[in-house]
């Protein structure tokens, strides 16, 4: 059974950082490539980043460029999403989701999502 | 970027069919625009009911298909239960050199 799951969210202040991690299971995880999706509270989805099975090739949405970084642990079966320079608007639920295709931006399999909260 | 539109929400009766669509800002949505459909129920993360315009998952009901209609992907919900009732969301791709997806604002169905 393919399982996600998220971790590492939390409140943190704007201008801060937080590093979210997946931890996947029941599938070959060096074989797919990985998105990173958020949900602001109330709102619909939005598409974060993708990275390759080999992290050959890696894409970001316009709004996190230069402040967001992808990475993955093939050995660990994990997948990241560091976060600098955090803003207000970046308050959301990020899902991890394996990609059916691959380079991205076809989720197939979702995490339970973890909260990111940026706030004074 | 491209903006895709959904109904903001639609009503269906219990074992009645509804569709509901998925428009695109820079005209009519192909097979090209592998078109994906995403049921979100509250509190819960989102789940992938349709594929490349019309496949199916294996955990997606037979009473959910896709379908380009008039311009416009379309997700169509034959015997509507009441365990449908859901926010459901829309994915088109977009030709260009990294993911270029947009999600539609979603479609808040009830089953009333």
């Known amino acids: 059974e393919v399982q996600l799951v998220e971790s590492g969210g939390g409140l943190v202040k704007p201008g801060g950082s937080l590093r979210l991690s997946c931890a996947a299971s029941?599938?070959?995880?060096?074989?797919?490539?990985m998105n990173w999706v958020r949900q602001a509270p109330g709102k619909g989805l939005e598409w974060v980043s993708s990275i390759s099975s080999s992290s050959s090739y890696i894409y970001y949405a316009d709004s996190v460029k230069g402040r967001f970084t992808i990475s993955r642990d093939n050995a660990k079966n994990s997948l990241y999403l560091q976060m600098n320079s955090l803003r207000a608007e970046d308050t959301a639920v990020y899902y991890c989701?394996?990609?059916?295709?691959?380079?991205?931006?076809?989720?197939?399999?979702w995490g339970q999502g973890t909260l990111v909260t940026v706030s004074s | 970027q491209a903006v895709v539109t959904q109904e903001p929400s639609l009503t269906v009766s219990p074992g009645g069919t509804v569709t509901l669509t998925c428009g695109s800002s820079?005209?009519?949505?192909?097979?090209?625009?592998?078109p994906y459909w995403f049921q979100q129920k509250p509190g819960q993360a989102p789940r992938t009911l349709i594929y490349d315009t019309s496949n199916k998952h294996s955990w997606t009901p037979a009473r959910f298909s896709g379908s380009l209609l008039g311009g416009k992907a379309a997700l169509t919900l034959s015997g509507a239960q009441p365990e449908d009732e859901a926010e459901y969301y829309c994915?088109?791709?977009?030709?260009?050199?990294?993911?270029?997806?947009?999600f539609g604002g979603g479609t808040k169905l009830t089953v009333l």
């Open positions: 820079t005209g009519a949505v192909t097979s090209g625009h592998y």
């Open positions: 994915l088109l791709s977009y030709s260009g050199a990294r993911p270029d997806v947009v």
């Open positions: 989701a394996r990609d059916k295709g691959v380079s991205g931006g076809s989720p197939d399999y």
């Open positions: 029941g599938f070959t995880f060096s074989s797919y490539s």
